[in-house]
């Protein structure tokens, strides 16, 4: 380096806009304040590289140690015994900063009679020093005692309250500050000032609230990084600090004697305070809380007591993180055991509505909510809701809302939805669907707070033209200022959260296991009804059969009657017999042989056409179509098919039946006139026992299993059933391989 070059100084500065552009927050944000390229005057500063050279010196850092400062020095250059105690400093740290690590250690130096702090932070970019002058010859071993027995008491109280309370009075007692405040952050970053220590003659800020744009985000990244920052002089002027050109900016973020941002000061400035400190209360890296103090003068708090008051704060922390820890368990203790006696509840009753619905008062207690209520197949069970149809009104609200959603909502500006007239009270909303199938929902409510804040000055922020351009300038009073805040709830803490997802989560579980035992027992109930119902009804079929014989008294026709009936019930039976194989897992064992798809389509037509002289078949058959098959389930699905087009096709319309041979697979397509089939149907359009399938005049007994066999048939076969839409005709259409190779009997393959 060439020492001979000119200095880079770099000087505080205000965040600036170009005049055009909106001054808003982030303009606050914006501001470099871990480069502020200044540092408070009250001490010195030499940041060397990691190489160990002086990169960096403020201005008076040359006059501090009475020895030359030259940028691009090296530590071997030696000035003076003083700067030789430096160098000593640095070459023990110079390795750790190579290796990246972060950390700080401190010395103490007699410089002309008097003492200095020396504050070494060690970084992958290099090591800085900073000089710190004791202003009074203090004992600062009676402050470590004083420490002490102020640490000892915090560990004993009981309470958060009470350990915030004890925390002011000792951190004053400690640095002599004329008031020291202890902040709590809200979930949206506001501030309140919940206990407090001060002068007599101060008039007390406790109860206020300050927002969150008082702290900008970058400034509360740094109160994370570093926990303790002493401002001791309020009207002081920064000294500059003088850098090589070759060196970077300076990253002040750990140093103590970084500079302040003007906006920050004229913020104090407007508060009347003259020095003041923040302490940080980092809870799992988030600033759950500070201590603010203020002194109406200057003040210099000697480093060793700051790093005490600063230990002091991490007591706090982690009395606070494990009480709120407690807190938590103890609640979480509650909902555990309540979300086992919903889960029971729920496996013992059929109607999940009617199984929940006592539960409901305990779990709203448990969740601070002021109304619950649980909703699943259209069933409602409610507890707190005052208006009649509120609880049918909120279903239609969540109708409509994908059930992986989860709503929380703090304020009637959160609702994605139109709030209904029956639900006007209530501003808070935490929802879970804890059964898609179902469409079943747990839902907590609660009511409006209106709540007067006692704000610490108008919060709204203004801006002035500067030489710097636009900016956001902090309010000039700080009297209190009263705002009635409506259309909003008590907000739903993470904890809340955690514990209604767990329920949830417990009770989707448990509808599952229900839904899981009711299938296997329906399973179970159809293949015995299935077995037990073949035999009576051979028996009625052979008796109709012989009733056909008899001439006298119409016996023809009833038996013809019988027969057919007789019939549809074996049909039918079959049916519930191959969906019982398919749920079983056991498959529809499949009997391979060789099929001509033409020869089993042209029998099949001839006896549809025969007993169906009011349905129109249009047929296009190629020459040829051999396969390997099952030829009686092949049958099977072109029958469903068939069926299906003439119970759902538009009257006196043509059924269109298309085989196509090609060189690997048969394509079957039936197509008929007809809607196409609703969007939300097409899901479970293969699915049995679908709601669909009900209420068709034209096919009364139809119980929806039809497709969902045929498109097993297909499957089993190596091959596919699909449907889609050719206005004005609804296509299904099979495909299945010419040669074996679909899956083996036994198996099953669900859709």
């Not at 329906?522 to 299935?530: D, F, K, P, S, T």
């Not at 079929?541 to 019988?562: D, N």
């Not at 099977?636 to 069926?643: A, F, I, R």
Request: proline share 6%; with cysteine.
């Amino acid at each position: 380096m060439n020492p001979s070059n000119p200095p880079n100084p770099i000087h505080p500065s205000t965040p600036s806009t170009p005049p055009s552009a909106p001054v808003t927050l982030d303009n606050c944000d914006r501001e470099p304040i871990h480069i502020p390229g200044s540092i408070q005057p009250h001490g010195a500063l030499i940041a060397f590289s990691t190489s160990g050279v002086v990169a960096w010196h403020s201005s008076n850092a040359a006059a501090f140690l009475d020895c030359p400062i030259t940028l691009g020095s090296s530590l071997d250059e030696c000035h003076s015994p003083l700067w030789s105690q430096v160098c000593d400093f640095v070459r023990e740290q110079l390795p750790d900063s190579r290796a990246g690590e972060q950390y700080a250690v401190s010395h103490e130096l007699d410089i002309e009679d008097r003492k200095v702090d020396v504050v070494i932070n060690v970084s992958a970019s290099g090591v800085i020093v900073e000089f710190e002058p004791r202003e009074r010859d203090e004992d600062v071993s009676r402050f470590a005692l004083q420490a002490h027995r102020a640490l000892d008491r915090l560990k004993r109280t009981s309470s958060l309250q009470q350990l915030l309370e004890r925390a002011v009075e000792e951190i004053r007692s400690l640095t002599g500050f004329d008031r020291v405040m202890a902040y709590r952050f809200r979930h949206d970053d506001s501030g309140d000032i919940v206990a407090e220590s001060k002068a007599d003659a101060l008039e007390s800020l406790l109860g206020r609230r300050y927002p969150a744009s008082d702290i900008p985000a970058q400034a509360r990244r740094l109160y994370v990084l570093n926990t303790l920052r002493l401002i001791a002089d309020i009207a002081a002027t920064p000294l500059a600090l003088t850098g090589h050109p070759d060196a970077p900016p300076l990253d002040l973020s750990h140093a103590v004697l970084r500079s302040v941002s003007p906006i920050h000061i004229e913020y104090l400035r407007n508060m009347g305070v003259g020095a003041s400190m923040s302490v940080s209360i980092v809870i799992d890296g988030r600033l759950w809380g500070m201590f603010a103090c203020h002194h109406m003068s200057r003040r210099l708090v000697p480093y060793a007591i700051r790093m005490a008051v600063d230990v002091l704060a991490q007591v706090v922390a982690t009395t606070i993180a494990s009480l709120l820890a407690r807190q938590h368990a103890e609640r979480l203790r509650g909902a555990v055991s309540m979300q086992a006696d919903c889960a029971q509840s729920i496996s013992d009753n059929d109607d999940v509505a009617e199984a929940l619905a006592c539960h409901l008062p305990m779990l709203a207690q448990l969740l601070d909510a002021d109304a619950a209520v649980v909703m699943s197949g259209g069933k409602l069970a409610q507890h707190g809701l005052a208006q009649p149809h509120a609880a049918a009104d909120l279903a239609r609200v969540l109708a409509d809302m994908p059930v992986q959603s989860r709503p929380v909502w703090n304020a009637l500006a959160d609702w994605s939805v139109e709030r209904p007239s029956s639900l006007s009270a209530y501003c808070g909303l935490l929802a879970h669907c804890f059964d898609a199938a179902a469409h079943a929902w747990l839902v907590f409510l609660r009511k409006e707070q209106i709540e007067t804040v006692r704000w610490g000055g108008k919060p709204e922020k203004v801006f002035t033209i500067g030489p710097q351009g636009p900016r956001l300038t902090p309010r000039g009073s700080f009297d209190e200022w009263r705002e009635t805040v409506e259309d909003t709830s008590v907000p739903w803490t993470d904890s809340d959260i955690e514990i209604a997802t767990g329920w949830a989560d417990e009770m989707r579980r448990a509808a599952f296991v229900h839904h899981a035992e009711t299938e296997r027992a329906r399973a179970h109930l159809m293949a015995v009804l299935g077995h037990d119902l073949r035999d009576p009804l051979h028996s009625i079929s052979l008796a109709a059969h012989v009733l056909e014989k008899v001439p006298a008294a119409g016996g023809a026709a009833i038996g013809e009657r019988i027969q057919r009936t007789a019939s549809r019930m074996q049909r039918l039976v079959g049916l519930v017999l191959d969906m019982s194989k398919l749920r079983g897992g056991l498959g529809l064992g499949l009997n391979y042989q060789p099929v001509d798809l033409v020869s089993l389509l042209r029998q099949i037509m001839d006896e549809r056409e025969q007993v169906q002289l009011d349905a129109r078949y249009e047929v296009a058959l190629p020459a040829d179509a051999q396969m390997e098959g099952d030829p009686d389930r092949l049958a099977q699905v072109v029958t469903n098919l068939l069926g299906n087009a003439r119970h759902h096709g538009q009257p006196g319309t043509p059924i269109r039946i298309q085989l196509a041979a090609q060189d690997a697979h048969i394509l079957l397509t039936v197509r008929n006139q007809a809607p196409p089939i609703a969007d939300e149907l097409l899901p479970q359009l293969f699915d049995p026992f679908k709601k669909s399938s009900l209420g068709n005049q034209r096919n009364a007994g139809g119980l929806g299993l039809g497709l969902y066999i045929a498109r097993q048939i297909a499957v089993e076969h190596g091959g596919m059933l699909s449907y889609r839409y050719e206005a004005p005709e609804v296509v299904f259409e099979l495909s299945v391989p010419r040669r074996a190779s679909g899956v083996a009997a036994g198996a099953v393959q669900q859709p």
